[in-house]
């Protein structure tokens, strides 16, 4: 019977890490449709071609979120991002993180550009941190229109 | 007492002469005060068709012949029919370079026998011959891009031509008190003549400045010019990209976003 009751137990918690593994990264804004096709990360589109992606990048180097937004921010402007605004945001887990956004030129369109970034510290002593890193992009009217729904739904990014 | 009777007399038929005639020194004052407040003729009006329009098709222009009449003011009063006009002007332009754009506009107004009255960076007040008043205008129009542009036209044709009749007065008056003067054998007398005397010189020279000054108005337009400098153009649009040191910024970005998403 305690066998049993053992065997049971190890099947649910086995279900439950199943389901948070395989649980969306974030709950993208209304609009936002996920697509099913192999790709990098979490991806989301709309109609009118927004786009939200929400991945892991593997970096070695211990930086805390400040150099890393920081970081982030210079070398996007290196690029010839126009940078706009900024701000903090915790997501589903409580962890903070913080947003950018930027004004970008890409094939000659103006385009609007969002990054959000959290950093992950391993949970296994073995394990090594990551950043987990949001991104919204889309042609600049467009981006306008729906920015304010993406930064919301940051807020639902798991982790 | 027969003498003394007819110089008093003939000292307040001088003054009610005059009273009548020319106004008191405060009306005068008022009147110039309400020159520069006068009704102005619009544009489209007499004053453009007489003015600004013919002189743009290169025609006479009656206003420049006027100027050439008004240099001595005490020529007389040009004839009624032709109106007596200030013109004004205010333009701004959008130019590369303003200070350049304004120092060549300069040059141009002094080599029209025109002179610069007043500047304030690149905002420069001028004052032209009224001939070449249009011919100003297209000149900074032609510098750059036209923002702004008004121009009018001030009709003193009736001020002037009223100054000539009280000024003609005035002055029979002041040659009949010279001749009650030289008659005038009592103290008292002689004194009140010199007294009005004096009034009535003064009220001459202040129509005479004031018509001297209407005539400078009339003969030179004045034009403000406002030189602006074009807006900073935007950035160019992209920059050589330069690589992060770090993989995953290098990853991150609206190209990779909109491109292989």
């Known amino acids: 019977m305690r066998t049993c009751r053992r065997i049971l137990a190890f099947v649910a918690a086995s279900i439950a890490l199943f389901a948070a593994a395989c649980a969306a990264p974030m709950q993208p804004p209304t609009d936002f449709v996920v697509l099913q096709d192999p790709g990098e990360g979490f991806r989301a589109i709309t109609s009118d071609d927004a786009r939200l992606r929400v991945r892991d990048l593997a970096e070695p180097t211990k930086g805390g979120l400040n150099f890393w937004v920081d970081t982030l921010a210079q070398d996007l402007g290196a690029r010839g991002y126009e940078r706009k605004d900024q701000g903090e945001v915790k997501n589903a887990a409580g962890r903070t993180g913080r947003w950018l956004t930027f004004a970008a030129n890409v094939q000659g369109e103006k385009v609007g550009y969002l990054v959000a970034v959290w950093v992950v510290e391993p949970t296994l002593p073995w394990g090594a941190p990551f950043l987990r890193v949001a991104e919204f992009a889309a042609v600049d009217a467009v981006f306008q229109a729906r920015v304010e729904a993406v930064k919301a739904a940051l807020a639902t990014v798991q982790g | ?261």
């Open chain 2, 1 to 261: 007492m027969m003498r003394t009777f007819t110089v008093l007399c003939a000292l307040i038929g001088a003054l009610l002469s005059t009273a009548c005639q020319a106004p008191s020194a405060p009306e005068t004052a008022l009147a110039y005060d309400e020159f520069d407040q006068s009704v102005v003729a619009s544009q489209s009006g007499e004053a453009r068709a007489g003015g600004f329009a013919k002189a743009n098709r290169g025609e006479r222009n009656p206003a420049a012949d006027r100027s050439a009449q008004m240099a001595d003011p005490g020529a007389g009063a040009p004839p009624a029919s032709e109106r007596l006009l200030i013109y004004r002007g205010d333009i701004l332009v959008e130019v590369a370079r303003p200070e350049d754009a304004a120092r060549a506009f300069l040059d141009t107004v002094k080599a029209w026998g025109g002179y610069l009255q007043s500047q304030n960076g690149a905002s420069v007040t001028v004052r032209v011959p009224v001939a070449k008043f249009d011919d100003a205008l297209a000149a900074v129009r032609g510098m750059g891009r036209v923002l702004d542009e008004s121009r009018q036209a001030n009709d003193v044709t009736e001020e002037y031509l009223d100054l000539g009749i009280r000024l003609d007065t005035a002055r029979k008056a002041r040659e009949r008190l010279l001749e009650v003067l030289q008659k005038a054998d009592k103290v008292e007398d002689i004194l009140k003549v010199e007294a009005e005397l004096r009034r009535l010189t003064e009220e001459i020279e202040r129509m005479e400045g004031r018509r001297k000054f209407l005539s400078d108005q009339v003969a030179l337009a004045t034009l403000t010019a406002t030189f602006q400098a074009i807006e900073q153009a935007p950035p160019p649009p992209s920059r050589p990209k330069q690589r992060s040191r770090f993989p995953w910024v290098n990853r991150v970005g609206a190209e990779s976003m909109m491109g292989g998403f």
